[in-house]
């Protein structure tokens, strides 16, 4: 009771501040705090939701749809991804959600029984804590290798026990940008399949995937349910159609999944449960949109921008492979002091790792203009320089 | 683990009846089963959507908003709300939410520990079972007045224990159509305080009104917020707006509800764990059609049709005095059995009475066309005479 409201994240707390600065008046900062696309919508989206305003009676177009959402829908979004990863889904694999963290929640609602661990990969996500914990269940942080934040494939073994229900992964990572490999995620999946025949119980995986398209080199993210038959995927377009603030996005069970018609139904049934519910008229808006292509390269030039920028400093950064996010050690050890310091001295705002389940980073999201970016840059000198290098 | 998906609503299931009927090209039928406006949504809807796509960015209109919703529209509505109820609230009492069911989930589950109790009025909104139990609460069931559907206060009274933390009212009430009376709010704030003194706790009570404006014969819905001072005002524009589909309402926490921003906070931190967040589109367009008048005068048409008619024949119902939907008796004791051989022998498809938590009735949603009414009335006639009449 009242649990939930104590604790605000990181990421908010800082958005929230640059918010404050902003309704001041104030430009002289650099806010990288929150992942709210920069690139905007695609213009086909407006015109879209123009189209289908004209088209559908209001009563058709605003009324309610069957809870997973239209048929139509869900036949889009499943031919858009047989055609890409070659897979042979069918509308009866999808459920359209508010949002992939509509989808996260709805799955571990109805996929847990309160008391059991989910595995998260630090540093991860820091609402999947919350989602966890909204289901009495437990979180359990398993670490990334330390250099290129691939999985740790003996860690997740180790960490697995007869209470494990679930292991969340994020490819493309946030916040490191790593794009996990195939071969891990297959090895992953043998993991994950000897322990449910070891203790007699599924154990899912659940992809959460919001930046899947979001990959740079010309690379791909592996097709995860491939990779492992009980994976649930979990998307939005809110990021590659840049609509975070619209709540469309879905969980897609796989007919490979142990029981897929009683898992299914668990997780509509969830989703009603907790009201995840999708609104109408961008149901209709993304079955016209599903195959609009994702600003890869836009967020590309942004990432050359901050990578070389910091890197040729003298910052230590991991390499995004993909999302829009750049992990930068701090330079002293304590993350919170740091990303205070740089606010406070340079009008950098940053979020600290903490709340990510590891000590010593901070995230900047590069989703913002070109013109920040470079700005910046002289900016992280001064506190570079400030420092006098790294202090630990 | 998998319990949410097990049962199906009676108003789904019928719905999902009549929906394949509609597939194979029939029109033979009756469709009673769901409360899906009939009324479109106001032209201004549709026009200020494409205000708001001509007036923003598609940065600003689809990024992420506050997760309690843009301060000017959780501004908006405490206005219309002072201007309507002679009250004091700001934005900072406000959560938009995704519907009301939404903003009753969060509220449960911010609000509620694993184990506590929630008192319904029978009969009630099937769905509040699964919004409690998708929490761990028990659902206790009290009776409202056999006749007038109105509250039972002595058996509300009853039915509190140290276990008691929340009451659900729904007022104008699914199914019935009964508004309860200020002086039996009144009287039921009055237990509710008495009890939380006596049991040093804050019993909350939730007041679910989506059919809040709907109100006929020039009455208007008392201010359930006036009456108990720790109540929870949940709202959306499904039903006064017709946009059931677009998930948009929000939770209402009065300033005098006791430790007031732990509750607000609570909420919000409940609503951002299980992602019952409104589409931002929607947020920018119900801040100007906030004030739009709910089409009363409509349903209080269709009332009339249905609600006549089906007394002219002889059918025990209730006059609905707000909602749309009509409650009658079966004809036999036996609710399910009568609600089939409706649908098989005279394609009317009604909703039984016993997920509502009580039995020999039926629930007719009359938001649907007057030609559909109307036409159905010798449907009616000829069940009745096929029963030649009560038969219990």
Known sequence: ??????????????????????????????????????????????????????????????????????????????????????????????????????????????????????????????????????????????????????????????????CTRMVIVNTPNNPTGAVYSEESLRALGDVLREASKRYQKTIYLLSDEPYREI??????????????ENTIVCYSWSKSLSLP?????????????????????????????????TNSLFTRVIERCVDLPAPVEEYERKRKIIYEGLKEIGYEVVRPQGAFYLWLKCLEEDDHSFCRRAAAEQHLFLVESTDFGCSGW????????????????PAFKRLFDSYGGYQW
């Open 1 to 162: 009771m009242y649990e939930f409201g104590a604790g605000k994240s990181a990421i908010r707390t800082v958005f929230e501040e640059t918010c404050a600065l902003r309704e001041q008046g104030r430009t002289d900062f650099w806010d990288f705090s929150i992942g709210n696309p920069y690139v905007p919508a695609p213009p086909k989206v407006n015109e879209t939701i123009r189209e289908v305003l004209g088209q559908y009676a209001p009563i058709d177009l605003h009324g309610y749809p069957p809870n997973n959402g239209w048929p139509a829908t869900r036949a889009a979004v499943a031919k858009n991804l047989n055609e890409r990863f070659s897979t042979n889904y069918s509308m009866g694999d999808v459920v359209m959600t508010g949002g992939c963290a509509g989808a996260i929640t709805a799955t571990i609602c109805a996929l847990t029984t309160a008391g059991e661990d989910i595995i998260v990969i630090t540093p991860y996500f820091p609402e999947y804590r919350m989602y966890i914990q909204a289901w009495k269940c437990k979180c359990i942080e398993v670490p990334s290798e330390p250099e290129t934040f691939q999985l740790d494939i003996d860690a997740i073994k180790k960490a697995i026990t007869p």
């Open 215 to 228: 990959c740079y080199d010309g690379a791909q993210n592996p097709w995860v349910a491939d990779c492992y």
């Open 245 to 277: 603030g619209e709540r469309v996005g879905y969980a897609l069970v796989p007919p490979t999944v142990t029981n897929h018609s009683m898992v299914y139904d668990a997780l509509l049934g969830a989703q009603r449960a907790v009201n995840t519910i």
């Open 362 to 377: 901070a995230r900047i999201s590069y989703a913002c203009s070109d013109e920040t970016l470079s700005t910046s840059l």
